[in-house]
């Protein structure tokens, strides 16, 4: 069953095909929103309140402008924003678990899984240095693999400007790692 499917169910009373939905989307909704180094309690609540106010607002939700992923993405994103600058007054930090990056080795050795924790580690270090807007967008697209379109619709910008800061935000990894890297 398709996004659409279920949207249109859910419009003509059956809240179970909601539910289905919350089921597709909650452990990939709560993983992005731990990205923002909320704690757990915090990005339970905030994953909550993404789906209820998606189902407040789902006879508002336009399918042809924006995938239904894409749009309770953008809600959560703000919410994990607003969130954030409450908490802290300062901007969110997007964090990512080593665990996240995707592995280049295949099986490695005792060695190995050592450099490559390393490598992580180092690569963690420096993402937490970039700018938000820029962390979020190489966050988006290497660890949680969206396309370009959806970024840009979560983003709220166009495609071009994702791109642009994708390669940015690679420009100012390699700087603060170094050429070898």
């Keep these: 069953m398709d996004d659409g499917f279920l949207i249109r169910q859910t419009l003509s009373g059956n809240r179970n095909a909601f539910r289905l939905l919350v089921v597709r ?3 990939p909704l709560f993983r992005f929103l731990g990205g923002f180094g909320l704690g757990q309690a915090v990005a339970e609540e905030l994953a909550q309140e993404a789906f209820l106010r998606a189902y407040g607002n789902l006879a508002g939700h336009d399918e042809a402008k924006a995938k239904f992923s894409s749009w309770l993405f953008t809600i959560a994103k703000h919410l994990a ?3 954030s600058a409450r908490s802290s007054q300062r901007a969110p930090r997007v964090y990512v678990s080593a665990a996240e990056w995707p592995s280049l080795d295949s099986a490695p050795g005792a060695h190995e899984a050592l450099e490559s924790d390393e490598r992580r580690t180092r690569v963690q270090r420096a993402l937490q240095q970039l700018p938000e ?6 966050v988006l697209a290497y660890v949680k693999e969206l396309s370009m379109d959806d970024i840009a619709t979560i983003e709220r ?4 400007a994702v791109k642009s800061r994708i390669y940015r935000g690679k420009q100012l990894l390699r700087e603060e790692l170094g050429t070898e890297d």
């Design 157 to 160: 910008c166009s495609v071009g």
């Design 25 to 27: 989307y909650q452990r």
């Design 81 to 83: 924003l607003n969130a």
């Design 133 to 138: 807007i820029l962390r979020s967008a190489l």
